[in-house]
């Protein structure tokens, strides 16, 4: 049944959760699968799977509508229409004059989608049945159409502002190099459970050489903190999600207890040392992903990195990190009980 009264805080928390779980979703496939099958030899079968992996990212925005209405126990017709402006608001499809054709990638600006979801879920819980027998037709025609244009219109707005998050990261890059990997690793860390895309900032900025690579190791940071964290507090399936692509899942608790960040930026500031000693690169297009699919990695390996040192750098530096920040944090100083802020919160 659709919610017609709710508090702020929880209308808040439902937005969060169901972008979180559509992020996770539509990211998913692409991030475990592309390294892998752009390794292979590029037969036809290969290609098309390819081309269903980005396609499915791409939908990335639709399934946050979609899951976002669900929150708020709507039905099928009024899921649609959040749905679809989510959507269409996100950005991911864009006109192209040279081809007279949309054309579209990536998940759009995901912070964008998810003030439309809100926004269009706001006009349903407050049309509630006025509509009466014409809502099929009267649902899509006004609530879609009307939160699709809203959304459109705070698309510059909203991206310009994700684009100046990235022009400070980016300004680090003219720092001392061993402070510039770690307060860009940090940087990266911060953002990875908020509705900010660090993927979609690495290539808005392009990041590149060892800026990329701290940028990456942030992110591979917060993952395995939000691992080693979540391993005895959730169930399995939740941390194994987690650990392959799913970091904004935990996008809720951020919001619900900042502490957290300090385990995050804990473990990205330390794991950041190896990016100086090492030379760890990447590119714009590895910049967000961490070791999810092990995209990074791989790409600090074609960039020269031994295999051994990635072991290192990638996996042993972090989770030791990840490790000693949870057990001075928690049970030292008992600044966090790992137990309630990193409990997974969606339903």
Same mark, same amino acid.
Request: net charge positive.
């Given at each position: 049944?659709?919610?017609?009264?709710?508090?702020?805080?929880?209308?808040?928390?439902?937005?969060?959760?169901?972008?979180?779980?559509?992020?996770?979703?539509?990211?998913?496939?692409?991030?475990?699968?592309?390294?892998?099958?752009?390794?292979?030899?590029?037969?036809?079968?290969?290609?098309?799977?390819?081309?269903?992996?980005?396609?499915?990212?791409?939908?990335?925005?639709?399934?946050?509508?979609?899951?976002?209405?669900?929150?708020?126990?709507?039905?099928?017709?009024?899921?649609?229409?959040?749905?679809?402006?989510?959507?269409?608001?996100?950005?991911?499809?864009?006109?192209?004059?040279?081809?007279?054709?949309?054309?579209?990638?990536?998940?759009?600006?995901?912070?964008?989608?998810?003030?439309?979801?809100?926004?269009?879920?706001?006009?349903?819980?407050?049309?509630?049945?006025?509509?009466?027998?014409?809502?099929?037709?009267?649902?899509?025609?006004?609530?879609?159409?009307?939160?699709?244009?809203?959304?459109?219109?705070?698309?510059?707005?909203?991206?310009?502002?994700?684009?100046?998050?990235? #022009?400070? $990261?980016?300004?680090?890059? %003219?720092?001392?190099?061993?402070?510039? /990997?770690? *307060?860009?690793?940090?940087?990266? &860390? +911060?953002?990875?459970?908020?509705?900010?895309?660090?993927?979609?900032?690495?290539?808005?900025?392009?990041?590149?050489?060892?800026?990329?690579?701290?940028?990456?190791?942030?992110?591979?940071?917060?993952?395995?903190?939000?691992?080693?964290?979540?391993?005895?507090?959730?169930?399995?399936?939740?941390?194994?999600?987690?650990?392959?692509?799913?970091?904004?899942?935990?996008?809720?608790?951020?919001?619900?207890?900042?502490?957290?960040?300090?385990?995050?930026?804990?473990?990205?500031?330390?794991?950041?040392?190896?990016?100086?000693?090492?030379?760890?690169?990447?590119?714009?297009?590895?910049?967000?992903?961490?070791?999810?699919?092990?995209?990074?990695?791989? #790409?600090? $390996?074609?960039?020269?990195? %031994?295999?051994?040192?990635?072991?290192? /750098?990638? *996996?042993?530096?972090?989770?030791? &990190? +990840?490790?000693?920040?949870?057990?001075?944090?928690?049970?030292?100083?008992?600044?966090?009980?790992?137990?309630?802020?990193?409990?997974?919160?969606?339903?």
């Amino acid at each position: 049944m659709t919610q017609t009264s709710i508090k702020p805080s929880e209308y808040f928390s439902k937005v969060l959760t169901g972008t979180a779980m559509g992020v996770i979703i539509g990211v998913a496939p692409n991030a475990v699968l592309s390294a892998i099958l752009r390794a292979l030899p590029q037969v036809p079968v290969t290609i098309s799977l390819l081309q269903i992996v980005s396609i499915f990212q791409m939908a990335t925005p639709f399934l946050v509508g979609a899951i976002v209405a669900f929150q708020f126990g709507f039905k099928p017709l009024t899921q649609m229409v959040v749905a679809a402006s989510s959507f269409i608001a996100s950005g991911v499809l864009k006109f192209d004059d040279s081809i007279g054709k949309f054309a579209g990638a990536g998940t759009g600006d995901l912070i964008n989608t998810m003030i439309t979801a809100a926004i269009a879920v706001g006009m349903i819980l407050l049309i509630k049945d006025k509509f009466g027998s014409m809502e099929i037709i009267a649902m899509p025609v006004v609530i879609g159409v009307l939160a699709s244009f809203i959304g459109l219109t705070l698309l510059p707005i909203v991206s310009g502002i994700t684009l100046s998050i990235g #022009a400070v $990261i980016n300004s680090f890059t %003219s720092l001392q190099p061993i402070l510039m /990997s770690i *307060l860009i690793a940090v940087s990266f &860390a +911060a953002l990875l459970t908020t509705p900010v895309s660090a993927i979609a900032v690495g290539l808005a900025i392009q990041l590149s050489g060892v800026a990329s690579g701290a940028a990456a190791m942030g992110v591979a940071a917060t993952t395995l903190t939000l691992v080693v964290h979540s391993f005895k507090v959730n169930k399995p399936g939740i941390t194994i999600a987690v650990g392959t692509g799913g970091m904004k899942l935990m996008m809720p608790n951020l919001f619900k207890y900042p502490i957290v960040l300090l385990p995050y930026v804990t473990t990205a500031a330390i794991s950041a040392i190896p990016v100086y000693l090492f030379s760890i690169s990447g590119t714009p297009q590895t910049a967000g992903f961490g070791v999810v699919g092990l995209v990074s990695p791989l #790409a600090s $390996i074609d960039a020269g990195l %031994s295999i051994p040192l990635a072991v290192l /750098s990638w *996996l042993v530096v972090p989770v030791a &990190a +990840a490790m000693l920040s949870q057990f001075v944090y928690d049970k030292v100083l008992h600044i966090y009980d790992s137990k309630v802020v990193f409990k997974y919160l969606g339903q």
